[in-house]
Antibody
């Protein structure tokens, strides 16, 4: 059974760094063509794709946020960590992690077939 | 790249069919076949319905179908049921400077 679960702070102050953890089970991120990433959704708004960690350690970021994001894997655990620097109120959102499978023989994320339940983050002083 | 364009709302009566469009450009939807559709209930995570334009994910009823024509992808929900009332998002992954785009979402109301 494949599961993902997000964890992290509920409230973060502006200018601080947000760190979110995605704990997953039921699959191996080291398996070819696999990826784990993050998407967020501000209250009442659409989904926004943020970042992806490939099975081989490569990373892909949203062009609009790449200067503030970092995605890493805890090699001792099945966890993927997203950090976002210099948060501001516009970063208030529910953050979801997901599993993705790449298009065969390419590095294009094909679809997100498993999702975590999401974690709400409020940026406020 | 701009987000994909979806109508903000759609509606239909039980038993009817509804089509939700997702419009892009010749550079994205017009070129790539990595279109997926997601269903999201309020307060819940999105759920994969369709991938690679028209393939139903495991367990998705045949009432959900999809296709692509030119720069527009479409999701068709047939035999509308009250449980279909949700927000639907299209998503596209592109190559050449790999990126992932979402539509703005369409809230489907079953009258």
């Amino acid at each position: 059974q494949i599961t993902l679960k997000e964890s992290g702070p509920t409230v973060v102050k502006p200018t601080q760094t947000l760190t979110l953890t995605c704990s997953f089970s039921g699959f191996s991120l080291s398996h070819n063509d696999m990826g784990v990433g993050w998407i967020r959704q501000p209250p009442g708004k659409a989904l926004e794709w943020l970042a992806l960690l490939y099975w081989d350690g490569d990373k892909l970021y949203s062009p609009s946020l790449k200067n503030r994001l970092a995605i890493t894997k805890d090699n001792s655990r099945d966890e993927v960590v997203l950090t976002m620097t210099k948060v501001e109120p516009l970063d208030t959102a529910t953050y979801f992690c997901f599993r993705t499978v790449m298009v065969w023989a390419q590095r294009i994320p094909n679809y997100c077939d498993y999702w975590g339940q999401g974690t709400q983050v409020v940026v406020s002083s | 790249q701009s987000a994909l364009t979806q109508p903000p709302s759609a509606s239909g009566s039980p038993g009817q069919s509804v089509t939700i469009s997702c419009t892009g450009t010749t550079s994205d939807i017009g070129t790539y076949y990595h279109v997926s559709w997601y269903q999201q209930y309020p307060g819940r995570a999105p759920k994969l319905l369709i991938y690679e334009v028209d393939k139903r994910h495991s367990g998705v009823p045949v009432r959900f179908a999809a296709f692509k024509s030119g720069n527009t992808a479409s999701l068709i929900v047939s035999g509308l049921q009250p449980a279909d009332e949700a927000t639907y998002y299209c998503c596209l992954s592109t190559g050449n400077n790999i990126s992932v785009l979402f539509g703005g979402g369409t809230k489907l109301t079953v009258l």
